[in-house]
């Protein structure tokens, strides 16, 4: 979370100064470095943790036959004290006792090698997250290093005159302007379009006898016999 | 990597000139220290499309206005608003480099010929409704 605000306070520091590198490539190198070495911690402490519970089910395998050979002989000894051979019994729990004190050397073996899985397991799951962490910083770092130095670029860009940066509400001024030319222009072709389609219409509606001027002459006719009729 | 230029021929599997969505679009690459493309679209001369792209990703960037053009007494609300709009605008968000107000878009670099196309158009459209809705902030 810290770097967030190292990141912020970097930004807003050197903001009017485009193209000042946040953080220097010798910190992104250490950054880079941090993450090789974090990858090869991680693939060191995963092959102990193979070696690591492999010992652990080893001492388990170990605990159960030692507590199988423990009940065996203890059988044994009672079978022993049954026949009322109290010497016999006696050796028999001599062995169960050098038995009893190995199985005790085997669990507090197999403890502490779950204890150590355990603890690797949760150093592995740590140092993911301190990956996770140092790859987010570092494209941060990166992403905000690459747009100060395009932003350099296309301010030089601007500047230079070789693509003018124009007001915005002026901007969008010309391109409506443009936009409406080209909206007018259409508007105009498609009723030029039409009036010439209108105009062959009306030849071809004369042409078949149609329309207003389709019977003229015969009006005409009928006006002037009308017009003798009266006089 | 191959430069952003030839990727983007590449992928949208055209020249320098062309059509993209139905807008006639040029390519001009700019010089600098990292590469960057100009996308100008015709008639939208005014509002170029910057393109970069860093090891994560492909940003999209056209310049709406300067620091100097805001109504300087208006200058918080307009910022109020440009942060409310912010998540509605499809695709696009505001932001400010130095002293400029911009409206950008961040791509994969895996994106596809379509989104690039989509978001170089949509971008343009979104700078242009920018500007008209913000019109009342600006001098």
Not at chain 1, 22 to 45: F, L, P
Not at chain 1, 101 to 110: G, I, R
Not at chain 2, 61 to 76: A, F, H, Q
């Amino acid at each position: 979370m810290d770097f967030f605000k190292k990141l912020m306070t970097a930004i807003r520091g050197s903001g009017r100064e485009l193209g000042e590198a946040i953080i220097d490539s010798q910190g992104i190198r250490i950054y880079e470095q941090e993450i090789d070495d974090a990858k090869e911690a991680i693939k060191k402490a995963e092959q102990d943790l193979t070696g690591v519970m492999a010992k652990e089910m080893q001492a388990g395998r170990e605990i159960e036959r030692l507590e199988k050979e423990i009940a065996e002989y203890e059988s044994k000894a009672l079978s022993a004290l049954d026949q009322d051979n109290e010497a016999l019994a006696g050796e028999v729990a001599d062995k169960i006792a050098e038995l009893e004190v190995e199985l005790d050397t085997q669990k507090v073996a197999k403890q502490q090698f779950s204890a150590h899985v355990e603890s690797v397991k949760e150093m592995i799951k740590q140092t993911h997250a301190k990956i996770r962490e140092h790859e987010r910083e570092i494209s941060m770092v990166k992403t905000t290093d690459n747009v100060q130095k395009a932003a350099k670029s296309i301010n030089q860009h601007i500047d230079g005159g070789s693509s003018n940066m124009v007001a915005a509400k002026e901007s969008l001024e010309r391109i409506k302007h443009r936009q409406q030319e080209e909206s007018d222009r259409m508007a105009a072709s498609e009723t030029l379009n039409a009036e010439l389609s209108g105009e062959s219409l009306e030849n071809k509606l004369k042409a078949a006898g149609i329309g207003a001027d389709a019977d003229r002459k015969k009006q005409v006719l009928e006006r002037l016999k009308a017009k003798r009729q009266t006089s | 990597m191959n430069g952003l230029l030839e990727k983007l021929e590449t992928v949208l599997g055209m020249p320098d000139t062309g059509t993209l969505n139905g807008f006639e679009y040029e390519f001009n690459p700019i010089p600098g220290d990292v590469e960057v493309i100009q996308v100008v679209f015709k008639d939208r001369e005014e509002l170029p499309i910057y393109l970069t792209q860093s090891d994560s990703q492909m940003l999209c960037i056209c310049y709406l206005w300067e620091e100097k053009e805001i109504i300087s007494k208006k200058r918080s609300e307009m910022l109020e608003v440009m942060l409310d709009m912010n998540i509605s605008v499809p695709l696009s968000s505001f932001g400010r480099i130095g002293n400029r107000y911009t409206i950008f878009g961040a791509l994969s670099l895996d994106s596809s010929a379509e989104s690039i196309a989509r978001e170089l158009t949509v971008l343009s459209d979104n700078a242009l409704d920018a500007i008209d809705a913000m019109s009342e902030y600006l001098n």
